[in-house]
Antibody, heavy 121, light 107 residues
Framework: EVQLVESGGGLVQPGGSLRLSCAAS????????MSWVRQAPGKGLEWVSA????????YYADSVKGRFTISRDNSRNTLHLQMSSLRAEDTAVYFC??????????????WGQGSLVSVSS | DIQMTQSPSTLSASVGDRVTITCRAS??????LAWYQQKPGKAPKFLIY???SLESGVPSRFSGSGSGTEFTLTISSLQPDDFATYYC?????????FGQGTKVEIK
């Protein structure tokens, strides 16, 4: 059974940093691209970032480019999102999502339960 | 970025009704479209890819159609478990975008 479990969320002040992690199990983690998708309270879904299976290529939404960094550790089956220069508008539930392939089309067949990030003073 | 627009934003329906949700893309995306279902406080669930291909395990009452810029998700006979919010998502580029969602509520 595929499982994705996010951790690392919490309350942070504007301008601060936070690192999210996603522990994956139930599939060959190193064979699939992974993404982060967020959902602000009461709002829709917004793709944030993606990384190919090897980690060799990364992609970012314009709204987070230069502030967020996605990475993965295939030896530990773990995905990370390093978030810095956080803003109030980054407040959201952050979902870890499994891509359907090693690279290529970015759509997602499994999702974690999400980790809440709140940016407020 | 490609903008995705869903209609309606909210839909009131009864069990057994046939329900159709429309998703329009701001430019052609061929058939690179997925649909998801989300219930309150839960993660999205993957339903359909490539506009009309049903993910394994998804009930056959769900179907998708369309290409280019206009797409539909149809539920042939609405069941109690189907009351949820539905999102379309284009994956024509390496900057995927979602529609704003359509909430299907009980009439």
């Amino acid at each position: 059974e595929v499982q994705l479990v996010e951790s690392g969320g919490g309350l942070v002040q504007p301008g601060g940093s936070l690192r999210l992690s996603c522990a994956a199990s139930g599939f060959t983690f190193s064979s699939y691209a992974m993404s982060w998708v967020r959902q602000a309270p009461g709002k829709g879904l917004e793709w944030v970032s993606a990384i190919t299976a090897s980690g060799g290529s990364t992609y970012y939404a314009d709204s987070v480019k230069g502030r967020f960094t996605i990475s993965r550790d295939n030896s530990r089956n773990t995905l990370h999102l390093q978030m810095s220069s956080l803003r109030a508008e980054d407040t959201a539930v952050y979902f870890c999502a499994k891509n359907i392939a090693a690279a290529g089309p970015l759509y997602f067949d499994y999702w974690g339960q999400g980790s809440l990030v709140s940016v407020s003073s | 970025d490609i903008q995705m627009t869903q209609s309606p934003s909210t839909l009131s329906a009864s069990v057994g009704d046939r329900v159709t949700i429309t998703c329009r893309a701001s430019q052609s995306i061929s058939n690179w479209l997925a649909w998801y279902q989300q219930k309150p406080g839960k993660a999205p669930k993957f339903l359909i890819y490539k506009a009309s291909s049903l993910e394994s395990g998804v009930p056959s009452r769900f179907s998708g159609s369309g290409s280019g810029t206009e797409f539909t998700l149809t539920i042939s006979s609405l069941q109690p478990d189907d009351f949820a919010t539905y999102y379309c998502q284009q994956y024509n580029t390496y900057s995927p975008t979602f529609g704003q969602g359509t909430k299907v509520e009980i009439k």
